[in-house]
């Protein structure tokens, strides 16, 4: 089935660890988004990629980092340098070229202890 | 830089009454318009998308939304909501290519319908 799959569903790490959260789709999708959900704020635009090897900072992106070495995957790094990293992590992507809107993943819950 | 505001954060009605959520934008160019819906304990999911053409855009469940570009405006309505449009509301906007395809969320609506 073609779709954005999201791994781990919850994640929990001890403060002053840099986590990886895993995006991979197969959508054949350019474009590639990494949001946080909060409760009362939304989706918030961490950072997204419209092709490979390139990405752009979103509207929160201190603490986070990003790479897209392959069409397929756009894997976010929560650091240490993260004030506030527990929350709801969803990944999405959309076709640019046909201008379609994003499909998303089922997300990831990483909680900081 | 775009944005987009919700202006109602929680709403509830009863079952049968009649629905709209505001939805602004802010951006001077051509935008792709989205209102997607996350029921409880699901993943976002489209409801409608205005790309151009008819202003008024039809998508699921009975639900339909209006692009008034004057106001930068594009707002949710349904004429009578049922208990199972329990869900939060996301209006979303995109600048297209000429914008960088940056994809920009309002802060969404938490709708509670009661029987």
């Known amino acids: 089935d073609g779709g954005i799959t999201q791994s781990p569903k919850y994640l929990f790490r001890k403060e002053g660890q840099n986590v990886t959260l895993s995006c991979e789709q197969n959508l054949n999708h350019d474009a590639m988004y990494w949001y946080r959900q909060d409760p009362g704020q939304g989706l918030r635009l961490i950072y997204y990629?419209?092709?490979?090897?390139?990405?752009q900072k979103g509207d929160i992106a201190e603490g986070y980092s990003v790479s897209r070495e392959k069409k397929e995957s756009f894997p976010l790094t929560v650091t240490s340098a993260q004030k506030n990293p527990t929350a709801f992590y969803l990944c999405a992507s959309s076709n640019v070229l046909q201008n379609t809107e994003a499909f998303f993943g089922q997300g990831t819950r990483l909680t900081v202890v | 830089a775009q944005s987009v505001s919700q202006h109602n954060h929680h709403v509830i009605l009863s079952e049968a009454a009649s629905l709209e959520l505001g939805c602004n934008y802010s951006y001077g160019g051509t935008v792709n318009l989205f209102w997607y819906v996350q029921y409880p304990g699901q993943h976002l999911q489209l409801l409608l998308k205005?790309?151009?053409?008819?202003?008024l855009v039809k998508g699921i469940k009975g639900f339909e939304a209006e692009f008034i570009k004057s106001k930068f405006s594009f707002n949710l309505r349904k004429p009578s909501v049922q208990w199972s449009d329990t869900a939060e509301y996301f209006c979303?906007?995109?600048?297209?290519?000429?914008?960088?395809?940056?994809?920009?969320f309002g802060t969404g609506t938490q709708l509670k319908v009661e029987l």
């Open positions: 990629s419209q092709i490979v090897n390139d990405f």
């Open positions: 979303a906007v995109n600048a297209g290519t000429g914008g960088g395809n940056k994809l920009t």
């Open positions: 205005y790309f151009s053409g008819d202003p």
